[in-house]
């Protein structure tokens, strides 16, 4: 009789019907228990690579697949099952069709079985509203943290999975909106926690990177994200049809179809060798201006081909192959990109931040500079970015004659750059 069932099982993919969630399964309903070798695959959307997800299948070493969704049907199960040509014992997709569903013991037990869970596309809200603060995260943290299964998911399905996300709670967001009111309504980043990962514990990611509407949005997205939490922040972005996995040694690799076609993903990350890269103004109604004279942000543009040859290592973010250095900053309205080279983080830069202090903030006509710097500049720029007093080489600045506001301090010293919003009142 079991011989029976599990031949049936393998040809059949049956479809349970439930009030709060639909279920179609494909494969072996006998559960596998292997050992998943972990991992992450982030994926920006349109048709799946098909090399990245023979990569994700394989980390699950034979065992169940599970797709977590909350729109379609089972477009996943025979692609995953038969079509790849790598063997799984089952794929099973589950889709919520409401909240209640996360409260259900079926899909409790079958989150507790899959050696590998794949986030679909669709709305990211859908995913957080129904799932943070549930079993169904609990359930998942605990399978990435004790059983070493596998992650994935493509577009909405990679948009939840770094400790900060954009929620789409109100609506998406353009780069026009975001970048001219970094506080719009849209504009919903949380960091509650949601689904925890090594390597993305510090970053926020983004997806169809192609769309000329998604790099401004998402350096707003880490602007707001220093500016509210006073942390450093990351980003990780692919274009649509490519993707990026990340082993249990932090080394992502980058796949696409480069250079048939301008595939790539992106590695964000507030520059280093700036003493304070913390944005230069983001504030409600105000155009967001990050910019540090242009070097606010280095980025790793990477492009993804069929064997994931290209490479960076997330333990240091500044070991790179295959791709390119960029620096992006953003002015009132307009992101600039320009080629770079990598970052230099080292101990000097930490000490000069260490040993750095400016007081008092707010001021009323003096402003002093603490500092071992050496040689240094000083600028005092308006809102606008326009310099309104120079100083060299003065740690007591009178600023007697500036009328009361708010203004930038940048402070040049040692090929290193440090700009910090100031008030005087």
Same mark, same amino acid.
């Given at each position: 009789?079991?011989?029976?069932?599990?031949?049936?099982?393998?040809l059949l993919a049956v479809k349970l019907n439930a009030q709060n969630y639909d279920s179609y399964y494909t494969g072996n309903t006998v559960d596998a228990q292997t050992n998943p070798t972990g991992g992450i695959c982030l994926m920006g959307?349109?048709?799946?690579?098909?090399?990245?997800?023979?990569?994700?299948?394989?980390?699950?070493?034979?065992?169940?697949?599970?797709?977590?969704?909350?729109?379609?049907?089972?477009?996943?199960?025979?692609?995953?099952?038969?079509?790849?040509?790598?063997?799984?014992?089952?794929?099973?997709?589950?889709?919520?069709?409401?909240?209640?569903?996360?409260?259900?013991?079926y899909i409790h037990q079958k989150i507790n079985q899959a050696e590998a869970i794949w986030f679909a596309g669709g709305d990211q809200w859908d995913y957080i509203s129904y799932w943070r603060g549930t079993a169904i995260d609990s359930l #998942?943290?605990?399978?990435?943290?004790?059983? $070493?299964?596998?992650?994935?998911?493509?577009?909405?399905?990679?948009?939840?999975?770094?400790?900060?996300?954009?929620?789409?709670?109100?609506?998406?967001?353009?780069?026009?909106?975001?970048?001219?009111?970094?506080?719009?309504?849209?504009?919903?980043?949380?960091?509650?926690?949601?689904?925890?990962?090594?390597?993305?514990?510090?970053?926020?990611?983004?997806?169809?990177?192609?769309?000329?509407?998604?790099?401004?949005?998402?350096?707003?997205?880490?602007?707001?994200?220093?500016?509210?939490?006073? =942390?450093?922040?990351?980003?990780?972005?692919?274009?649509?049809?490519?993707?990026?996995?990340?082993?249990?040694?932090?080394?992502?690799?980058?796949?696409?179809?480069?250079? $048939?076609?301008?595939?790539?993903?992106?590695?964000?990350?507030?520059?280093?060798?700036?003493?304070?890269?913390?944005?230069?103004? /983001?504030?409600?109604?105000?155009?967001?201006?990050?910019?540090?004279?242009?070097?606010?942000?280095?980025?790793?543009?990477?492009?993804?081909?069929?064997?994931?040859?290209?490479?960076?290592? *997330?333990?240091?973010?500044?070991?790179?192959?295959?791709?390119?250095?960029?620096?992006?900053?953003?002015?009132?309205? =307009?992101?600039?990109?320009?080629?770079?080279?990598?970052?230099? /983080?080292? *101990?000097?830069? *930490?000490?000069?931040?260490?040993?750095?202090?400016?007081?008092?903030?707010?001021?009323?006509?003096? &402003?002093?500079?603490?500092?071992?710097?050496?040689?240094?500049?000083?600028?005092?720029?308006?809102?606008?970015?326009?310099?309104? *007093?120079?100083?060299?080489?003065?740690?007591?600045?009178?600023?007697?004659? &500036?009328?009361?506001?708010?203004?930038?301090?940048?402070?040049?010293?040692?090929?290193? #750059?440090?700009?910090?919003?100031?008030?005087?009142?």
């Amino acid at each position: 009789m079991k011989t029976l069932i599990l031949i049936v099982s393998i040809l059949l993919a049956v479809k349970l019907n439930a009030q709060n969630y639909d279920s179609y399964y494909t494969g072996n309903t006998v559960d596998a228990q292997t050992n998943p070798t972990g991992g992450i695959c982030l994926m920006g959307g349109a048709t799946e690579n098909d090399e990245a997800m023979k990569w994700f299948l394989q980390r699950a070493n034979g065992g169940d697949i599970l797709v977590l969704r909350a729109s379609g049907s089972d477009g996943y199960n025979n692609y995953f099952y038969t079509q790849l040509g790598v063997p799984v014992n089952s794929v099973e997709t589950i889709v919520f069709n409401n909240a209640q569903a996360a409260n259900d013991s079926y899909i409790h037990q079958k989150i507790n079985q899959a050696e590998a869970i794949w986030f679909a596309g669709g709305d990211q809200w859908d995913y957080i509203s129904y799932w943070r603060g549930t079993a169904i995260d609990s359930l #998942i943290n605990l399978g990435i943290q004790n059983r $070493n299964i596998v992650i994935g998911g493509t577009s909405a399905g990679m948009a939840i999975q770094g400790k900060y996300y954009f929620t789409a709670e109100n609506g998406t967001i353009t780069t026009t909106d975001a970048l001219n009111n970094p506080y719009h309504p849209n504009l919903t980043v949380d960091s509650v926690s949601f689904i925890q990962k090594d390597y993305l514990s510090d970053v926020i990611t983004d997806t169809h990177y192609d769309n000329p509407d998604r790099k401004g949005r998402h350096l707003t997205f880490m602007a707001r994200v220093y500016q509210d939490l006073g =942390t450093g922040i990351k980003g990780i972005a692919c274009e649509e049809y490519t993707a990026v996995c990340i082993d249990e040694n932090g080394i992502a690799s980058v796949y696409g179809d480069h250079p $048939n076609y301008d595939d790539f993903a992106y590695f964000l990350q507030p520059n280093c060798e700036v003493l304070d890269p913390s944005p230069e103004i /983001c504030s409600t109604g105000i155009p967001l201006t990050w910019s540090h004279s242009s070097e606010a942000v280095k980025v790793y543009k990477v492009p993804g081909t069929m064997n994931g040859a290209n490479t960076f290592d *997330l333990n240091d973010w500044q070991t790179g192959s295959g791709g390119i250095w960029q620096n992006w900053s953003v002015t009132p309205n =307009t992101l600039v990109e320009a080629p770079s080279i990598a970052p230099n /983080c080292n *101990l000097s830069l *930490l000490e000069l931040k260490r040993d750095f202090i400016i007081y008092p903030n707010p001021l009323h006509d003096e &402003l002093n500079i603490e500092h071992n710097f050496g040689s240094f500049q000083v600028e005092i720029l308006n809102l606008l970015g326009q310099q309104v *007093l120079f100083f060299e080489n003065q740690k007591k600045l009178n600023l007697s004659n &500036l009328d009361n506001g708010s203004y930038i301090i940048r402070i040049r010293a040692h090929s290193h #750059i440090f700009t910090k919003k100031i008030i005087k009142r």
